[in-house]
């Protein structure tokens, strides 16, 4: 029977790059998103994947819409927690609002999705979860300690789920790309986004299609033993 995959903010950038990619292997996918129906629609279009608009911070939207795809499909296999926005500011600098609002959506949107969901893959003994964090999660950034706070602590949250649910055939693992050639990356200021590409040891910004053929591989079957794990893919900027 065709897994079925739902992947959050997954009608751009690197969320479009991880739908594209899982319809690709064969999955049947569904790709959430939050705003720019253009944009969505047009990738439904070209795709024929699923695109359902909902605001992932919202708990009452997500089980609303979780259970209609229940509904539809009986399941979902796969869990990719991609949706992820920055509201950057020294924290000296920082806004109330602008703090809760990179909470709300980075980090209170995978309580949201994974809690509707994981009753559902233990019961039937399976299930795939990634959580797209940052190398600025892992290493701090500056004017950023609202996203590195809620990146890094994806890491945390997954290694907790992964002992909860390593039972059940569920595995829980952490992507941590670098500077990636996104929209988000693209709207640095030029001589910043410089500096930061002459930082990197491999001299020039990642693919959002590397990021989505490791996804691939740990939702696949080959890697039903790899849990817990929190993987760098960032081109050298950052080693631990």
Known sequence: ?????????????IGESISRKLKDDGLTV??????????????????????IKWDVSDYESCSEQIKI????????????????????AP???????????????????????TSLIINKMRENTFGRIIHISSVNGQKGQFGQTNYAATKSALIGFSKSLALESATKNITSNVVCPGYINTEMV????????????????AKRLGDSDEIADLVSYLVSDKA????????SINGGLWMD
């Open 1 to 13: 029977m065709t897994k079925v995959a739902l992947v959050t903010g997954g009608t751009r950038g």
């Open 30 to 51: 569904i790709a959430n998103y939050a705003s720019n129906d253009e944009k969505a629609n047009a990738f439904k279009e070209e795709t024929g994947i699923d695109v």
């Open 69 to 88: 795809i229940f509904e539809k499909f009986q399941k979902i296999d796969i869990l990719v927690n991609n949706a992820g926005i920055t509201r950057d």
């Open 91 to 113: 924290l000296h600098k920082m806004t109330v609002e602008n703090w809760n609002k990179v909470i709300d959506v980075n980090l209170n949107s995978i309580f949201n999705m």
């Open 186 to 201: 693209a709207a640095i200021r030029e001589d910043i986004l410089k500096t930061i590409v002459d930082s990197i040891p």
């Open 224 to 231: 039903s033993y790899i849990n817990g794990a929190t993987l």
